[in-house]
């Protein structure tokens, strides 16, 4: 049976990525897609999440309308120098037939978990402001929660929003605490492992070359992300963040694991910083009594490239 998973999302051109190799691996079962700020404004997202859908050929596919600004903080707003001003590479495509659904995402992610305990997953592509709510206003959904998978974080690694902190976790690090506290299995796919899975040009040359829908989205939204690193780390490549979480659900083989509590700095300079217990953590200290946390290290960049292109060439 495949997997059945819930994708909270801001997109955003890697979560597109992200969401298109969810849809096109089948032994994964999308059971709806969930907004939020970050890539752009939530309103943006919201769009672009029912256009990714119709594209893929799967209006059926619910989505909710989530958070529009953090817990406790401001939004300090999106990431279009990356994204483009409508989040999907400034190509303003039309809007979906379809409308979102009438119900918020934090409540959607619970009743989404519930209709079938034990075997759903969230994966978080965005700030965790949504599933942190979901979690405030069910505490005990952790214990009817398969996993949750999410994009963001950095253990070991300097961060891309500040030189402390990844952006995701930047833009709602009390969410965030919230959710590296849950009693359920949590894995973070952070720029640790992010940084060392890379597309080169020739792997993203290879989606024009793909005679579907997603594929020539993602042709066509490339080229804006592409000019983005090239600027910043004046390579010809990009560094997959979103979807190494979909990788992980399918191939959790080509990951290195270390489990350790992961607590989130939420003031200051250092605000967003993941910080993951060490040895040499007093008993007494902030960690004491939290879940350990799937902090994935490393990876075969190669075959995890390899094996999401083989899914977009299907």
Same mark, same amino acid.
């Not at 804006?224 to 600027?231: A, K």
């Given at each position: +049976?495949?997997?059945?998973?819930?994708?909270?999302?801001?997109?955003?051109?890697?979560?597109?990525?992200?969401?298109?190799?969810?849809?096109?691996?089948?032994?994964?079962?999308?059971?709806?897609?969930?907004?939020?700020?970050?890539?752009?404004?939530?309103?943006?997202?919201?769009?672009?999440? =029912?256009?990714?859908?119709?594209?893929?050929?799967?209006?059926?596919?619910?989505?909710?309308?989530?958070?529009?600004?953090?817990?406790?903080?401001? !939004?300090?707003?999106?990431?279009?120098?990356?994204?483009?001003?409508?989040?999907?590479?400034?190509? !303003?495509?039309?809007?979906? #037939?379809?409308?979102?659904?009438?119900?918020?995402?934090?409540?959607?992610?619970?009743? #989404?978990?519930? *209709?079938?305990?034990?075997?759903?997953?969230?994966?978080? =592509?965005?700030?965790?402001?949504?599933?942190? +709510?979901?979690?405030?206003?069910?505490?005990?959904?952790?214990?009817?929660?398969?996993?949750?998978?999410? +994009?963001?974080?950095?253990?070991?690694?300097?961060?891309?929003? &500040?030189? #402390?902190?990844?952006?995701?976790?930047?833009?709602?690090?009390? #969410?965030?605490?919230?959710? !590296?506290?849950?009693?359920?299995?949590?894995? +973070?796919?952070?720029?640790?492992?992010?940084?060392?899975?890379?597309?080169?040009?020739?792997? =993203?040359?290879?989606?024009?070359?793909?005679?579907?829908?997603?594929?020539?989205?993602?042709?066509?939204?490339?080229?804006?992300?592409?000019? !983005?690193?090239?600027?910043?780390?004046?390579?010809?490549?990009?560094?997959?963040?979103? *979807?190494?979480?979909?990788?992980?659900?399918?191939?959790?083989?080509?990951?290195?694991?270390?489990?350790?509590?992961?607590?989130?700095?939420?003031?200051?300079?250092?605000?967003?910083?993941?910080?993951?217990?060490?040895?040499? *953590?007093?008993?007494? &200290?902030?960690?004491e009594g939290r879940p350990a946390v799937n902090i994935l290290v490393a990876a075969n960049g190669p075959e995890a490239v390899r094996v999401e292109l083989e899914a977009f060439a299907r």
């Amino acid at each position: +049976m495949p997997r059945k998973i819930v994708i909270d999302t801001d997109p955003g051109i890697d979560d597109a990525m992200a969401i298109f190799y969810a849809l096109r691996s089948p032994e994964l079962e999308v059971l709806g897609l969930t907004t939020v700020y970050g890539n752009a404004h939530t309103e943006t997202c919201t769009i672009n999440a =029912l256009r990714l859908l119709e594209i893929a050929g799967r209006p059926d596919i619910p989505v909710a309308e989530g958070a529009h600004r953090p817990l406790v903080s401001r !939004f300090h707003g999106p990431a279009d120098f990356v994204h483009g001003k409508d989040g999907q590479g400034d190509t !303003f495509l039309p809007p979906a #037939a379809a409308k979102p659904v009438g119900v918020h995402a934090a409540q959607f992610l619970i009743d #989404a978990v519930m *209709s079938d305990p034990g075997n759903v997953t969230i994966v978080a =592509l965005g700030p965790l402001t949504n599933v942190a +709510m979901a979690l405030l206003l069910r505490p005990d959904l952790p214990a009817y929660t398969r996993e949750i998978v999410l +994009m963001g974080g950095n253990a070991y690694v300097p961060g891309n929003a &500040s030189p #402390a902190a990844e952006a995701n976790i930047f833009n709602d690090p009390a #969410a965030a605490d919230i959710v !590296f506290g849950a009693a359920c299995p949590v894995t +973070m796919a952070g720029l640790d492992v992010t940084s060392r899975i890379r597309m080169t040009a020739d792997d =993203l040359d290879r989606f024009a070359t793909f005679p579907n829908a997603e594929s020539q989205h993602m042709a066509r939204l490339l080229p804006c992300y592409r000019s !983005f690193y090239y600027g910043q780390l004046g390579v010809h490549e990009i560094l997959v963040h979103d *979807s190494t979480t979909i990788s992980w659900l399918l191939h959790p083989e080509l990951f290195t694991v270390e489990a350790r509590p992961v607590r989130v700095e939420t003031e200051g300079i250092s605000r967003g910083k993941t910080w993951p217990a060490n040895k040499s *953590s007093r008993p007494d &200290s902030d960690w004491e009594g939290r879940p350990a946390v799937n902090i994935l290290v490393a990876a075969n960049g190669p075959e995890a490239v390899r094996v999401e292109l083989e899914a977009f060439a299907r």
